[in-house]
């Protein structure tokens, strides 16, 4: 299978593109990331890469925080990406995976005096949570806050948090965790945003709860407002809700939107997959497919 990667300013194989193991991210976590679906279309024989520019936004504003400077814009890094996976000739669903690091070979725990690259790869990917309903479990590690670390920035150093949460919850034969912040209120999953289904309302932690700010997040807020007319409301989330809510769901590019079926033991309304999150679920992926006109400004194709 062709993989593909941009390393060191250049296109080449996968298989290609080393590092040195004295490589500072490497050590530290230095570096931020991010993570973009390619949708393929059948009927037109087409990718499309959802919310490119939104992707780099992040990853431009994590690369701020991190004092990790690259020559590139945002434009410079769309037009990479599509190159990238265009080279790759793949026709599936694909997930490319861009990282901006500090690239000295040094040891040293910092951030400045460090030189700083950025590379990216594009491999087949399919689905993430590999069930059509998720059961899951509150997690006993918390989502440090901004006085911690970063919330808000896809920080590589940062995800052994999420590490330690996801095979906790798999440990305990959950599919996925839930993992609350240090004020014991619901944040996110351990790589995926939350949503409950309370009155006939969405409801999902607000961006001041410790939650990455997810683009799938802000892509269903969108579509359920405009697409369905449902009101969505951003505010803390108590655990006790996550008991009581009629339909739970996960989103996230890699993940999609996942239903969730159980939380601690517990049926989310009767278990199946409610009425709320199968709509979106099905509008979703004719946005990132590119079936839905309305929204083909968030779709870049790559062929
Ligand atoms: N939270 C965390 C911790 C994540 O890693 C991700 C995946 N990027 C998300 C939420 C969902 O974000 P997005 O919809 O932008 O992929």
Redesign the pocket.
Known sequence: MPQYAYFQKQFMPLAEANTNIMTNFLHYGTAVF??IRGNWNEEQNQIYLFRLKE?YE?LLNGCKVMKIQIPYSNDDLCKLTVELTARSGLKENVYVRPVAYKSTEAMGVRLHNLESDFFALVIPWGRYLDTDACRVGVSSWR?PGSNCSVPQA?ITGQ?VN?AFAKTEAHDAGFDEAIVLNESGRVA??????IFLVIDGKLITPSVYEN?????????VIELAKNELGIEVIERPVERTELYLAREAFF?????HVSPIAEVDHRLVGDGKVGPITKELQTLYHDVIEGKNPKYMHWCTPVY
């Open positions: 991010e993570g992707h992040r989502r896809k995800y999420s996110e999953g351990s790589g995926e945003n939650i990455l700010v997810g683009i799938t997040r802000a892509t989103t996230g590019t890699a993940a």
